[in-house]
């Protein structure tokens, strides 16, 4: 059997209904059946009408004719070729040999199968339904099996081939199961419940439907709860918890979500991955307040694709880098500086969440650049520029509270432009006037501020006028420079009172002319401090310095700095004499304690070449000393060594000396040494350094 007679869109409720004559040879059913429930012949019997007909066709045949005929006369017509009995003896061979062949082949000839979409199905048999069901079921679609099942499930509970039929319907029930679990594999959950629903509810396998169903749902509830949390990892930057997550689709018991979802959550994370790194540089950029790292961060978060996770969240803080940049270009502003700040906006690239903004920012710059100048046109034309300001934008309040003070400004430009052309006259009646003028701005306008800092700069300049004669006659009064002159120079500059603008001047100019008149008067006491302590006697010349080095007057520190060098003069002097005495002695301690005060004297003092002499003769005689000992006792002699001061004229054969003492006292050997010293050789730190 074959599916040539069935085709693809079939339905037992689309058969046609059969002719009369096609009724009449298929009405008898054939009472055998093959094994496989298939009837042993097939539907292509002739009726006897049929039949009849095609017997009558050609010519009539007649048995009787109306003439005698003469079989010579006939025979001698005929053609010489059809009178050889050679032919004829052929003739009578092919002849009976191909009616025999033909007879036998149409003998043989199998029936044909039934031609299923052909048939109508209220008449044909259980065998027919069986045979065009398994042909339907056979091609594995939903439909085709659910074709198959209504063909058979409509014959009687008692006919001879339930059973068969029942188990062809549980196969093909599970097949359709089946089918359901593959669309359900490959992702399609809705298409596969909807599959498993269409089995018949009186069949056996209805009845794990619904529990497939669960099952199924249950998988997909899980697998999607795995991707959303692994999503929601990268919305906060964890990759590798959003990695260890997706790691859980390739255990979940379906494929779409092990293979296709699982490599596609992670191609997100690899893509969010890198992206997430750009956010975090352009974040870090954006923190530095810096226009060139903000405008750096900005390309960063746009280089991000539409197609990457992290696409929203670099669209989002765009819009912050830039109110960044608005932020920097505001501080510019605050300082007046409305070029740089208008230069720093127009750099902004193009954001259109931000752009309402950035022109708010330009039109409010040039007008408060405007409004700068200090002019009334100025002002005007800030005015009008700061009107262009839509009642929508937010910026609209602060454009209304600029116009009102820049229209109070207005007439407070024109009294301080009166003020200053009256003081430019540089006289104390017209700076006096200037005053007056200014003063009538009410210290709440604008203009208040910049109207007091005119004032007290007028007030200065006829501060001015009215105390330089003082000063200037104080000048010419101190350039005798002796203590009378000083004197009344500094009477003079004291009449410019506290807080006038020349006060500060006057004082620096009182202080000099006063340390001149304390240097006058305190030289003569320190130069004969001096000669004392020439003449030796350095105590009596400190106590005479003291009392100028303690007065806080012109000449204490030059004062100060005598005492102190004439008190080292005298340690000096003390730690030489301690020297030499000690040094008499003759031990090595006592010849260690003689180079170490001896050593006390100043480089700066003229007893210090003489200290340096004693302390290299007495280095010398530690080394005999050291050298003398080592015949008894080396150990001895290398402690006697080490006293020997560095930088003496000694110290470099003492060195010398010592290593080979320690060789003669710590033979090499070839082993390997021990970490612990030896107890006979066991130095302090100081003593090893100073040694090597």
Known sequence: MTDRDISDSWS???????DQNTRLSRTPEVGTTQSSGVPATGSNFKSVTQQQENNTEGLPIKTHSDKT????NITEKLPNWMKSWVLWSIMLTLIPSGIGFISMSMLLKLPSAPNCPEIFWPLASASVRLHCAQLAASKQTVNDLLQAIALVKALPQNHPLRGQINSFLEEWSRDILRLADQSFQSGNLEEAIATSRQIPEDLEARKIVEDQITKWQSIWSKAEEIYQESLKELGQRHWQSAFMLSSKLLR????????????ELNRIIVTAREDGDKLYKAEGLADSRSLDNVLAAIKLAESIKSDSYLYQKAQELIPVFGRKILK??????????????LEIVRQIPPIPELQSEIDDFVV?????????????????????QAQQIDASREVYEKAQELIARWQLEIQDVSRLEKARTLASQGTINELTAAISEAQMIPDSNPRADEARQEMNRWRGQVESIEDRPYLDRAEQIALLEDITSLQAAIAEANQIRSGRSLYPEARKKIRTWTAKVQRIQDQPYLDQ??????????NTAIREAQKIASSGRALASEAQTAVDSWQEQIRAKENWRKAREVAITGTPEALAEAIRLADRVSNRNVLRMDANVAIDQWSQQLLQMARSQSEFDVSKSIETARLI???????????EQIRTWKQFIIPRTPSTPSSEPSPDVEQSPSSISDGL
Do not use: C, H
């Not at 409010?364 to 009008?384: C, D, F, M």
């Not at 001061?645 to 060195?655: E, M």
């Open 364 to 384: 409010l710059g040039e007008a408060q650049r405007s409004a700068w100048i200090g002019t009334v046109s100025g002002l005007e034309a800030a005015i009008s």
């Open 645 to 655: 001061p560095r930088g003496s004229s000694a110290y470099r054969d003492a060195q």
């Open 12 to 18: 037992p409720a689309r058969a046609r209904k059969p």
């Open 529 to 538: 401090a001096r000669i004392i302590a020439d003449s030796g006697d350095l």
């Open 69 to 72: 005929f003469n079989l010579s």
């Open 328 to 341: 920097l270009a505001q501080a510019k502003m605050d300082k007046r500086d409305a070029d740089t700040a």
């Open 252 to 263: 979940v018991n379906n494929k779409y979500w092990a293979t296709t979802k699982y490599d």
